[in-house]
């Protein structure tokens, strides 16, 4: 299976809102409610954000949210702060009992 | 309090075979609904998912590495053990395990390890 697309960086200035996209088919992102999104700090075990495509786990800010739109998925982080600079990764289901993830999106606050 | 916890060489020879070990604590594998994952990540590079095995011994594994990955699992030892034949230096990454809750057809992984890095090198 190949990887999602996701952009290699999106910045924004702390206070702003931020969008960060993962591109599939309708084999993994499209074809399934099963997008997840992982916020990961270099050196440190990643974090689980949102699960099935818009749901937030206790303890995870609601500046977080998540959604669908056909083949694409996106994470918004609205609020943005100093803390939430961290590489992003989505992660599908993709058929056949497989999954994959995304690129990785580096978000930098500047 | 869950927690999950890699072990295994930092140092492997091409051609040898890897043998990783997630030790965990607070849930149970026999449990319905809870599986363990393997993730890695190459220096610099994205994550990929490995494998995953769940509550009731079903496996699964990355289409571009099944050939060399077995997942196994210990439930009297809250064990679960990753295998990876054939080790190359492309291979060199950091391996992370991770509790996966199946949720409605999803597996968030909702609990990581602190990962254990492996060096592919002669």
Known sequence: QSALTQPAS????????ITISCTGTS????????????????????????????NRPSGVSNRFSGSKSGNTAS????????????DYYCFSYASRNTWVFGGGTKVTVL | QVTLRESGPALVR?????TLTCTFSGFSLSTGGMCVTW??????????????????DAKYYSTSLQTRLTISKDTSKNQVVLTMTNMD?????????????Y???????????QGALVTVSS
């Open chain 1, 10 to 17: 999106v910045s924004g200035s702390p206070g702003q809102s």
């Open chain 1, 75 to 86: 994470l918004s982080i609205s609020g943005l702060q100093a803390e939430d600079e961290a």
């Open chain 2, 14 to 18: 091409p051609t040898q075979t890897l």
């Open chain 2, 103 to 113: 949720n409605s057809g999803t597996y968030p992984f909702d609990y990581w390890g």
């Open chain 2, 89 to 101: 230096p492309v291979d060199t990454a950091t391996y992370y395990c991770a509790r996966a809750l």
């Open chain 2, 39 to 56: 993730i890695r990540q190459p220096p610099g590079k994205a994550l990929e998912w490995l494998a995953l095995i769940d509550w009731d």
């Open chain 1, 27 to 54: 084999s993994d992102v499209g074809g399934y409610k099963s997008v997840s999104w992982y916020q990961h700090h270099p050196g440190k075990a990643p974090k689980l954000m949102i699960y099935a495509v818009s």
